[in-house]
T-cell receptor, first 109, second 117 residues
Framework: DAKTTQPPSMDCAEGRAANLPCNHS???????VYWYRQIHSQGPQYIIH???NNETNEMASLIITEDRKSSTLILPHATLRDTAVYYC??????????FGGGTRLMVKP | GAVVSQHPSWVICKSGTSVKIECRSL??????MFWYRQFPKQSLMLMAT?????????EQGVEKDKFLINHASLTLSTLTVTSAHPEDSSFYIC?????????????FGSGTRLTVV
């Protein structure tokens, strides 16, 4: 079973920041948090991952709470092409990625 | 960055025939590859984990004799759907593990849409 919970859907205005929350209250100390997104009928695209510290790359920022029980993915300036399903995943002990339901982000003009 | 090539991107086959899907890591060696299945409007479901040179590990409820997985090299894994039936119609996606020390990268293929008629 997936170890994360996410809101099923969110809307965001084009050009504004999209903040996608994820709850992973049962995460263990050495488990990483991964974020992927999937645009319709394509394979998941890697966005970012982290363990404890906040991370930033050219696509997004990942903010992990100090207790590591939740995280937030931030798309700083959402565009229409960011409309997708966003998955927050905790890599398990078997080093597999188990997908939950994800958040369907709709970026609106 | 790491690239995983999956093909075919789509295939239509007759009921009772077999279909092979290939997954290749193009610029890295993948000791572990994963196969997922995704039905419309649902999330990805892990079917099996394949390790190079050994038998695949299947998730509960996935028939190993129906979904044959071969991981003969560090860059190639194949999934064969044997005696396909309409209920096997789905979007199949592979993923390859690109390990760098204690950190793991997972790169996904573009998926294969299988339609069994």
């Amino acid at each position: 079973d997936a170890k994360t919970t996410q809101p099923p859907s969110m809307d965001c205005a084009e050009g504004r920041a999209a903040n996608l929350p994820c709850n992973h209250s049962t995460i263990s100390g050495n488990e990483y948090v991964y974020w992927y997104r999937q645009i319709h009928s394509q394979g998941p695209q890697y966005i970012i991952h982290g363990l404890k510290n906040n991370e930033t790359n050219e696509m997004a920022s990942l903010i992990i709470t100090e207790d590591r029980k939740s995280s937030t993915l931030i798309l700083p300036h959402a565009t229409l092409r960011d409309t997708a399903v966003y998955y927050c995943i905790v890599r398990d002990a078997g080093n597999m990625l188990t997908f939950g339901g994800g958040t369907r982000l709709m970026v609106k003009p | 960055g790491a690239v995983v090539s999956q093909h075919p991107s789509w295939v239509i086959c007759k009921s009772g025939t077999s279909v092979k899907i290939e997954c290749r890591s193009l610029d890295f060696q993948a000791t572990t590859m994963f196969w997922y299945r995704q039905f419309p409007k649902q999330s990805l479901m892990l079917m099996a984990t394949s390790n190079e040179g050994s038998k695949a590990t299947y998730e509960q409820g996935v028939e190993k004799d129906k979904f044959l997985i071969n991981h003969a090299s560090l860059t190639l894994s194949t999934l064969t759907v044997t005696s396909a039936h309409p209920e096997d119609s789905s979007f199949y996606i592979c993923s390859a593990n690109n390990r760098q020390g204690a950190d793991y990268g997972y790169t996904f293929g573009s998926g294969t849409r299988l339609t069994v008629v």
